[in-house]
C-alpha cells in the first residue's frame, strides 16, 4: 500500500507565490510518474503538471508560472506556483503512479486547498 501526503496549501493574494509538496511512502519499488491535479467547486479534476524520469508536462494555463519538480531519493514531489490567479483556486491533489513490492499502484493524497483571494 502506497500513501500519497500533499502539503503546503493556503491562502495567497493574487500575483502571489505558494509552493507544494507532496510526498509518497508505502511499499514502493519504482515510481514512474508523479503529478499536480485540481478542482474547482462544481468542475472536474484536471491535471496541472505531471513529471517523469525523463519529462514534464504541464497545462496550458500553468505554463510558465507553475514549475514541477522531484526528489527521487525522497520520493517527493514540489509544485512551485508564481504569479498566482483567482482561476488558480482549487484543492490540488498529487497522484503518484509506479510499482510497489507486488502490486501496480495508482496512488491520491487527500488535497489541500489553495486559495487566491485579495
Known amino acids: 500500500q502506497v500513501q500519497v501526503v500533499e502539503s503546503g496549501g493556503g491562502l495567497v493574494q493574487p500575483g502571489g507565490s505558494l509552493r507544494l509538496s507532496c510526498a509518497a511512502s508505502?511499499?514502493?519499488?519504482?515510481?514512474?510518474?508523479m503529478g499536480w491535479y485540481r478542482q474547482a467547486p462544481g468542475k472536474q479534476r484536471d491535471l496541472v503538471a505531471a513529471i517523469t524520469s525523463s519529462s514534464t508536462n504541464y497545462a496550458d494555463s500553468v505554463k510558465g508560472r507553475f514549475t514541477i519538480s522531484r526528489d527521487n531519493a525522497k520520493n517527493t514531489v514540489y509544485l512551485q506556483m508564481n504569479s498566482l490567479k483567482p482561476e488558480d483556486t482549487a484543492v490540488y491533489y498529487c497522484n503518484a503512479r509506479g510499482v510497489g513490492l507486488k502490486l501496480n499502484f495508482d496512488s491520491w493524497g487527500q488535497g489541500t486547498q489553495v486559495t487566491v483571494s485579495s
Open positions: 508505502g511499499s514502493i519499488f519504482a515510481i514512474y510518474a
